[in-house]
């Protein structure tokens, strides 16, 4: 009926300064309830409003402020300190008194239907929130590696440099050799048309003679 969260405080780095955490105080019964929070280091905490009246249906925020310690603890310190907050039925108008003044008849009257929650004090310290980070940031790795333009640049260029500078070598010494290689064959070409222009042999004129006679006499 009564619901009163959280478990425990946690208060972070630095502790020398003020800070401040919250406690909720929710009535889900149908008459009014009153609650008073106590601490065991009073000295430390501020809590407003410590004492109150909440209607049914209604949850009341009370702030728990913690004033600031003379110098900071080692991150070896286990924090003891414990907050006990404590409802009582509250059926009836209270009048001029406050929650205060009228708790020791409200304790007195409804004290075997009080609701009490005790809730524990935790300091977090700078390698605590730590230890959480790099988690995040391999995960950032894993999906998606980060790469800036000035490292994409090189490996873009350099492939480009050495794929060109051999193409070009290579078209040069190819337009060097395509002439030579056209010319070579031309000095053979020269000297057999100079040979089939000279006189005929004595025997080929011969052997025409002699086939002009066969041929003749064939027909005659």
């Known amino acids: 009926m009564i619901d009163i969260s959280p478990n425990v405080l946690e208060y972070k780095a630095p502790f020398t300064s003020q800070s401040t955490e919250y406690v909720t105080v929710t009535n889900n019964s149908e008459q009014n309830i009153a609650f008073k929070v106590k601490t065991t280091a009073p000295k430390f905490y501020c809590v407003r409003p410590n004492a109150a009246v909440v209607a049914p249906g209604e949850q009341v925020q009370v702030q728990v402020i913690l004033l600031g310690l003379a110098e900071e ?3 070896d310190f286990k924090c003891r300190d414990k907050f006990l907050v404590i409802t009582l039925p509250a059926p009836y108008d209270l009048g001029t008194s406050t929650v205060t003044e009228a708790w020791p008849q409200l304790e007195a009257e409804f004290k075997q239907q009080a609701v009490s929650k005790k809730i524990k004090v935790k300091y977090l310290f700078n390698e605590e929130s730590k230890t959480e980070e790099p988690a995040v940031a ?6 998606e590696p980060v790469t ?9 260029s350099a492939p480009e440099i050495e794929e060109k500078t051999p193409v070009k070598n290579v ?4 337009e060097a050799e395509v002439p030579a290689a056209k010319e070579a064959p031309a000095a053979p070409v020269q000297q057999l048309a100079e040979k089939t222009e000279g006189p005929l042999s004595p025997s080929i004129v011969l052997f025409v003679a002699l086939i002009a006679l066969f041929l003749g006499w064939m027909y005659y």
């Open 73 to 75: 603890p080692t991150p």
């Open 138 to 143: 391999e995960a950032a790795t894993v999906d």
């Open 148 to 156: 800036t333009p000035a490292e994409k640049a090189p490996v873009q």
């Open 171 to 174: 078209a040069e010494k190819k």
